[in-house]
């Protein structure tokens, strides 16, 4: 098993990115709106989290919690959850509804490298969802989770398949067509293959468990999990 390493806290943000997000702050909690698929495929993240390790009374951290979909589910279901992301004012819409729902999740704006440093092996499950394609570095964020997690403890991760059907499928169709989510979310340049993610993780020290991918059938209007990565997919890993 590879070594584990401290993350580096250098500068892994793109400001474009984060502007883009901030930008959409005011609609992430429309259940109908442009970020409505984050609210359709948040119970199956749950469902496959729960596979491995059960959330109530859990130490769990949601790196690049965004508006708090997955942390506030997390917390309903009895974890003590800390939710992390740079987007200022997508975290104020992450507090705001939380004070709403009754909600208590820890929100901190904080990178996912300087928060691990202080927190080390602080978490048992750590949880980072359709981030990783959205930072310059997404190895360093794989090795900032990984020091973050408690040894035995578990960490998901989700993010896009590259390769031309998530081009097709993810871009043209999603984006442009049928405006699952806000254009210009995505570059398929930084779509990272289930390979590379596993290849990251190793380099942290973590196992690989699990697999799942998430299809969307757009005549149902509904996704479900499956064993076809090539689109969408979640991994399931364990620091031993």
Known sequence: MSSQTEPQTANNQDPSELQHFNQQAHSWWDTEGEFAALHQINPLRLQFIQQFQPIKAQKILDIGCGGGILSESLAQAGAEVTGIDLAKEVLTIAK??????????????????????????????????????????????????????????????????RNFKSYLLAILVAENLLNLVPKGTHTHKKFITPAELTAMARDAGLTLKASAGIDFNPLLNRYRLNNDLSINYLLAFQKI
Do not use: R
């Not at 048992?124 to 990783?132: I, Q, T």
């Not at 997690?149 to 398949?161: E, H, M, Q, V």
């Open 96 to 161: 705001l509804h939380a004070l709403e729902s009754g909600v208590s999740v820890n929100y901190q704006c904080q990178a996912a490298e300087a928060h691990a440093q202080e927190n080390a092996e602080c978490y048992d499950v750590v949880a980072c969802m359709e981030m990783l394609e959205h930072v310059p570095d997404p190895a360093a964020i794989i090795q900032a989770a990984a020091l973050a997690t408690k040894p035995g403890g578990w960490l998901f991760f989700s993010t896009l398949n």
